[in-house]
């Protein structure tokens, strides 16, 4: 009999024509159900309970979900990120868990310098002025980049590529980390890891990438932007959460800070309510900071492998 595998992750959903045959050898039978960015709890709900296996992208797979999938055996995360599973409810019921761990470092930290540029030159400013008609933008002056300090907050695989990137292009760069940053890193970066209040109070431009937990939701509140410098750029690749959004924009409204870019937000799609929308300041992304062409390819056999190895009881 074929398993039944719920794909609900919108990247491999747009190429799995190119997969199906590598499903039907393995005799698994896949469903594809129209996402909107995630699967919400309730949707969920409503069809978990036909499904052996899912390639999960950032569905809510709370412990309600996770205690009413009868069938489920294993969940392969499409991506780094598993905060979106309550992995304590799937150890309980039985579920495996996997992700794919290291494949975006590169892309998202191009990204994070793309933002970078943006941000202190005022590109998308500029670019927006020329297309409404407006060619005089002198007035609209940028900083330069070198010599300004960087701060990086998680400094896994992929904060470790910012940084290289980022002192390449002459910026100082100090981290933050809750483990010790390798000293062989260190040595051949030059970057200096600090505490989390040193970094906010001395840094330039503050850059984002570390993982979504219990213990750091709202790492950045009300008391971290008052300690941070006037005109500080801030960027955020890694979770929604990890920033107050609320004390974000009383800090836009403030001026206390010069630019902003997020990839990703409390809640998810960003809201045309949302008051982040009124700031011209702000650069958006749609949680794709790691969505290129080989990258997606090289995640969705990932995730593939995964998900197979796990239903048939084979080393991941």
């Avoid at 400094?155 to 390449?168: F, K, L, P, Y």
């Avoid at 979504?212 to 959460?241: C, W």
């Amino acid at each position: 009999m074929k398993l039944n595998v719920l794909i609900s992750c919108p990247h491999l959903q747009r190429t799995i024509d190119h997969y199906r045959p590598v499903f039907e050898i393995n005799d698994i039978a896949i469903e594809t159900p129209e996402v909107n960015q995630q699967l919400t709890e309730d949707e969920l709900l409503e069809i978990i309970d036909r499904y052996d296996g899912i390639i999960a992208g950032d569905d809510k797979l709370s412990a309600k979900v996770l205690e009413n999938a009868e069938r489920l055996k294993f969940i392969s995360k499409w991506g780094v990120g598993i905060d979106s599973i309550d992995l304590r409810a799937a150890k309980k019921c039985g579920i495996g868990v996997s992700n794919t761990p290291n494949v975006f470092s590169e892309e998202v930290a191009d990204l994070v310098i793309g933002y970078i540029v943006a941000l202190v030159r005022k590109t998308h400013i500029i670019d927006r002025r020329v297309h409404a008609g407006e060619w005089n933008t002198a007035q609209i002056q940028g900083r330069s980049l070198r010599g300004k300090k960087l701060g990086v907050i998680g400094v896994g695989s992929i904060g470790r590529a910012v940084v290289e990137r980022a002192i390449v292009m002459g910026m100082e760069v100090v981290g933050f980390d809750v483990l010790p940053v390798a000293k062989e890193f260190i040595q051949k970066t030059g970057m200096n890891q600090v505490s989390l209040d040193e970094l906010l109070r001395s840094a330039d431009i503050i850059s984002v990438n570390c993982n979504l937990t219990d213990e750091n939701y709202h790492l950045l509140s009300f008391q971290e932007f008052s300690n941070m410098k006037d005109q500080v750029i801030i960027i955020n690749t890694a979770r929604g959460p990890l920033i107050d959004e609320k004390a974000l924009v009383q800090n836009l409204k403030k001026g206390k800070i010069a630019g902003v870019a997020l990839d990703v937000f409390e809640d998810e799609p960003l809201s045309d309510e949302s008051p982040l929308q009124s700031f011209d300041n702000c650069i958006f992304g749609a949680h794709n900071s790691s969505n290129t062409y080989e990258a997606v390819m090289r995640v969705n056999e990932l995730a593939i492998n995964n998900l197979i190895n796990g239903l048939k009881g084979r080393d991941l």
